[in-house]
């Protein structure tokens, strides 16, 4: 059978049972691209799929997810008798040390969108009242920029307060609540998108450039860079990556959960709440979120002498 086409296949059954994300779905095109359009599976050499998941520099972590959803295509493949063994290697490269993300402080985040008013550049495509709406929103929401971006005038509702997301990571659909504070920002901003002749359609963009354009992740992700140099945010602890957009996201996880632990909600069934509202398929995916802060860890041992002195709940 056609490599190709058992990888369609399988993403298609691994999409029914809402499994699949996109970058998964990449991994396995890019392997049968790699291997050759017409590559039969079981044509498939170790050394090919070696030559694949070095690809040209150092061993990452993407090293990892490649051979992570290699090791679940080819368990499919067998048990469907396609290829008695799978041509991948036994012998994994020791795994990168973790990527620790920025979580920003409440001092940070009033630097950057305080920031959008002033900031500016010779082409400033992002309005100001435009680039503080987004930050609130992702900060808001921990949506994905990709998310957030990809929402047209219909999906938002300011007056019920949520916004929808569609065809997501996971090729799901969720309705999103907003907070009062991110809806009057929204509020806001609908008001001079209206005011200054945007589109009204409810299928267009509801984040355009100043041009009229639908925003791109590129743009946000390079116009961040800028204005957090400018907000002077940046990272004190050595690591080699500065503060990223993305970063936004983790700071919401663990500012809900911080949030949790001091207003002494069930942290137990906060948790799964959490991972829906952030789109996560698995409660795993939502810890990979919660990075350990002083803050965080100073309200989760207070929870714990609670409980264990007071009989409180965790």
Avoid at 58 to 73: A, D, M, Q
Avoid at 128 to 147: D, K, M, Q, V
Avoid at 185 to 209: C, E, I, N, W
Wanted: some cysteine.
């Amino acid at each position: 059978m056609k490599l190709s086409q058992l990888i369609s296949e399988y993403v298609a059954f691994r999409k029914s049972l809402g499994e699949v994300g996109r970058t998964n779905g990449y991994i396995l095109r890019a392997f049968s691209k790699a291997m050759g359009d017409e590559a039969d599976i079981g044509d498939v050499q170790p050394y090919r799929v070696n030559a694949f998941l070095a690809g040209s520099g150092p061993v990452t972590s993407h090293w990892h997810r490649k051979h992570s959803s290699l090791i679940s295509f080819y368990r499919y493949a067998i048990a469907h008798g396609h290829v008695a063994s799978s041509p991948l290697p036994t012998v994994l490269p020791k795994q990168a040390e973790r990527f620790a993300p920025h979580i920003y402080s409440r001092d940070e985040l009033r630097r950057l969108l305080d920031a959008t008013n002033a900031y500016r550049t010779g082409r400033a495509f992002i309005e100001p009242h435009t680039f503080r709406a987004l930050l609130f929103l992702l900060y808001g929401t921990g949506l994905r920029i990709s998310e957030a971006l990809s929402l047209t005038l219909g999906d938002v509702d300011l007056q019920e307060a949520f916004v929808i997301v569609r065809d997501t990571k996971f090729y799901k659909t969720r309705l999103v609540p907003i907070g009062t504070q991110v809806c009057e920002v929204l509020v806001q901003y609908a008001k001079r998108r209206k005011d200054s002749g945007r589109s009204q359609d409810k299928s267009a963009p509801f984040f355009m450039t100043r041009r009229s354009a639908p925003l791109t992740v590129a743009l946000v992700e390079s116009s961040f860079q800028r204005l957090r140099d400018y907000a002077g945010v940046r990272r004190t602890d050595g690591a080699r990556y500065q503060p990223r957009l993305h970063d936004l996201r983790h700071t919401f996880a663990v500012h809900r959960l911080t949030e949790g632990y001091r207003e002494k909600q069930n942290v137990q069934k906060l948790l799964p709440q959490l991972s829906t509202y952030m789109g996560h398929a698995k409660i795993s995916s939502t810890q990979w979120y919660l990075t350990m802060t002083p803050e965080l860890l100073r309200e989760a041992n207070l929870r714990f002498a609670q409980y264990a002195f007071e009989g409180g709940v965790l």
